[in-house]
């Protein structure tokens, strides 16, 4: 049997999140198959500034990341993944990436990136498990 946490201590244990982060924090897309947690980059699609915070306080185990301004991409291939790091670089959360609507831990408008294509976030959650 898995182990159940209360909503209460889920939701507690995404708000360090947003201190990790920290002000200024990157958010970077990338192409390809994503490493293991932390490990080498594949090619950087896009860059985006993140919001200082990073996230509002955490609700019934749902960190809600404030939506960044819109980007442009930085070279050509299909999204695949991104990762959260702080201003200094120092990774903080990797994770899938889709098309609006595609499930994605992180959605885009597209995920077709080319070099100087707009790209937005149409959705952006994390969410704690084990119910």
Not at 26 to 43: E, K, M, Q, S
Not at 50 to 60: N, Q, R, T
Not at 85 to 110: E, K, Y
Request: net charge neutral; charged share 10%; hydrophobic share 40%.
């Amino acid at each position: 049997m898995t182990t159940g946490y209360s909503s209460t201590l889920r939701t507690a244990q995404l708000d360090p999140i947003t201190t990790a982060v920290g002000s200024a924090g990157l958010l970077r897309i990338y192409d390809g198959a994503r490493p293991a947690t932390g490990g080498a980059a594949t090619v950087k699609l896009a860059e985006f500034t993140l919001g200082s915070p990073f996230a509002p306080g955490a609700a019934a185990a749902v960190l809600s990341p404030t939506i960044p301004s819109s980007t442009t991409g930085l070279a050509a291939s299909t999204a695949t993944w991104f990762r959260v790091v702080t201003s200094g670089g120092t990774q903080v959360i990797d994770g899938s990436v889709t098309a609006s609507g595609g499930g994605g831990d992180l959605q885009l408008n597209t995920t077709t990136i080319s070099i100087g294509l707009t790209i937005t976030v149409s959705s952006w959650t994390i969410t704690r498990g084990n119910a």
